[in-house]
């Protein structure tokens, strides 16, 4: 099983910009194809964004499309999320997760960091 660690989350203004890691170990990390969800309080985790084992495909959730971007660096084990241009809406608790393809339906995911908190300020 491979073990996920995220970090980068904080507080920021609207408009303003994050840069969330996740990293990996335990297991060989271009295996995995790597998520991003998110869940704000008092509703479900969705789905944010996926890359597959050599980064060559993304796919986005439209509430995020153009905003954020994902991105991987399999030499360091590391999964990215970049978050430009931030809105209240997008203050929630952010996962990174790891399954066999990329996917938008989390249960296909099979191993989930802790989690990091994004605050987003109006």
């Known amino acids: 099983q491979v073990q996920l660690v995220e970090s980068g989350g904080g507080l920021v203004q609207a408009g303003g910009s994050l840069r969330l890691s996740c990293a990996a170990s335990?297991?060989?990390?271009?295996?995995?194809?790597m998520g991003w969800f998110r869940q704000a309080p008092g509703k479900e985790r969705e789905f944010v964004s996926t890359?597959?084992?050599?980064?060559?495909?993304?796919y986005y959730a439209d509430s995020v499309k153009g905003r954020f971007t994902i991105s991987r660096e399999n030499a360091k084990n590391t999964v990215y999320l970049q978050m430009n241009s931030l809105k209240p809406e997008d203050t929630a608790v952010y996962y990174c997760a790891a399954a066999p393809m990329a996917s938008v339906i989390q249960t296909r995911y099979n191993a989930w960091g802790q989690g990091t908190q994004v605050t987003v300020s109006s």
């Open positions: 890359i597959s084992q050599s980064g060559a495909t993304t």
């Open positions: 335990g297991r060989t990390f271009t295996n995995y194809a």
